[in-house]
């Protein structure tokens, strides 16, 4: 099963400030029927009781410290550091990571910064843990548990989940030109879907085996998660679904080939979801086989069960 890590209130485990949690139904009940979630709790992790007193980052001689919300003169930034060095074999084999969001140690993006004082200076940081898991681990999806309510960021944060994971297993695991390219195949409109940009440029990416399998390999797999980090938009699917439909063009007869152009004009439209002509083409497929279509991680990015498609 594909792991997932989570910040542990996000489960609803009672490990915030207050003795609370944040528990997110989303994460803690829907997701976990289909994903391994591993909890941390990075301020728990450190020692730190619950409840116990807030905390909140500073800038300190030009540099961010986590410090005491109230006197400032407990520094924990040297104990989460230690921390996240103590969890790298924990955290090395997730294949995604949901935070919490507004926290000075989980907080993905526009976290408070106080000066020295304690005066707040802008609401631009990150959280300290956050901070360093993106920083050792640039390519793993990660997002913050309010942003999955956004139907494009979820179907975008759960189709890198997917995409990591496989790319682990198939490429990482087994370093080889093969690998790659067996990767790109099953990918090609996927990718074509969110980035047509970089999906151009994921094709000399590949080429680059020839000369050094390994930096290919790092290239593609960070040019692939930031093609597939930005919610797509209805006009790219329905480009690619056009693409697909023209796989069916000597097998379909009139009347089922206008039935799929409807489904995919009905989609672009906004009147039907990307699973209505998903379906119809896995189901075209199922009566006249193609091994390259049934191979593309586009017709099912991740499980359909999920209902994550915008
Ligand atoms: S936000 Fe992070 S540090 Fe704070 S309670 Fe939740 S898991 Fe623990």
Redesign the pocket.
Known sequence: MIKIGT????LG?K???DGG??RSSFVASHISEYYQLV???????IGMS?PRPAIQLREINDEIRLVDSKTGSSDYSDKMANYFERQQCSLEPLDGYI?????????MERIKIHNEEGRLLHRDGR?M?AEALIRNFPDLPVEEDGRLNDKGIRESFFTRVEAYALFRKLVMEDIQASSLIEFHTRYKYLILAYNPKIYYELGPTVAQCANDIEQAVSNYRSKMMLALSKPTTRKKHTNVLMHLQGFFKNDLDSKYKKELSDEIDKYHSGYVPLLAPLTLINHYLREFPNEFLQKQAYLKPFPLELGLHA
């Open positions: 910040s542990a209130c996000v485990e490990v915030r400030f949690h944040k909890p941390f709790c990075p301020e728990v992790g619950v935070l919490a969001g507004k926290s000075p140690s989980c907080g959280g843990f």
